[in-house]
């Protein structure tokens, strides 16, 4: 063989090979596209909770807040949680985008806060409000003051209207303390169906409890259950062919509890839509 042809085969020879491993490191445990095969995804260990998170020990952690949006929460809608409506989907004005520190990659979305201001006197209003995590508030490091959300800033940028219940709208920016509470949720956990016959994503929503979710499982009628990877936000998805089957739930909160949501939606079911869980946390 030639020098110029055997250059031209060990380039090609390691491309595959980078093909071949790539496919290794970030598609293992991948689920088979086959109706009915059970699949297992690696377990989720980048979920424990943060430093930011803070779990639920009672202990008030110093923070600051702003607000966006409008007093109607225009711009609060939708978000990096992947809520879309939140007024139909039972979090209302009672929202906040955290920074990076708290938002923990999404793992921390529908977490629920008790916030106060604190510390200023000048600007801060009696009593406390109680939010959910539905948005993240990107760092801007173009930025050398006022770097509210860079990390390792803790930091809630709080709707208008729940902003005004803690401090005066001059103030823009305030000093407050936080705490995780569990959250108070009416009806059960919503899940949302997204996707293809090949790619279910599912969203669920007005989870109470601990709010935010560690690991979920589907189960068709016809399959063992399927653990379900972390898409982005509060979506969660799997490869497994799962259409004409009548899907179950399993959900682990961020507190290691577990409950089982079993035939919540029937064999006819189809993306787009949303199906009630009946129980909560």
């Known amino acids: 063989m030639k020098l110029l042809e055997k250059m031209v085969y060990m380039n090609v020879l390691m491309t595959i090979m980078a093909i071949w491993f790539v496919s290794i490191s970030y598609g293992q445990g991948a689920e088979s596209p086959m109706a009915g095969v059970v699949a297992e995804a690696p377990t989720i260990d980048d979920a424990s909770d943060s430093p930011g998170a803070d779990g639920f020990n009672n202990g008030w952690y110093d923070a600051r807040a702003t607000f ?34 708290l938002f923990n990659n999404g793992y921390t979305c529908g977490a629920c806060f008790e916030v106060m201001c604190a510390h200023d006197p000048q600007w801060c209003l009696p009593g406390s409000i109680k939010i959910t995590a539905t948005n993240f508030c990107p760092p801007n490091y173009s930025k050398t003051t006022d770097l509210w959300c860079n990390p390792p800033q803790k930091h809630f940028d709080l709707s208008l209207a729940m902003f005004l219940r803690i401090a005066k709208y001059k103030a823009g920016v305030v000093p407050v303390r936080y705490r995780r509470v569990p959250c108070s949720k009416t009806g059960g956990v919503k899940f949302e169906t997204k996707g293809n016959p090949y790619f279910l994503m599912v969203l669920p929503y007005n989870v109470g409890g601990a709010g935010d979710i560690k690991a979920m499982q589907v189960k068709g009628s016809r399959t063992g259950w399927i653990t379900m990877r972390k898409n982005w936000g509060q979506h969660l998805t799997t490869n497994v062919v799962l259409t004409g089957q009548g899907l179950s739930f399993r959900v682990t909160t961020s507190d290691g509890v577990t409950k089982d949501f079993m035939n919540v939606a029937p064999h006819n079911w189809g993306f787009g839509q949303t199906f009630d869980g009946k129980i909560n946390f």
């Open 68 to 101: 966006y949006g409008d007093i109607h929460g225009g711009e609060t809608q939708k978000g990096a949680c992947g809520y879309g409506d939140l007024f139909r989907q039972g979090y209302g004005l009672a929202t906040a985008a955290l920074s990076t520190a």
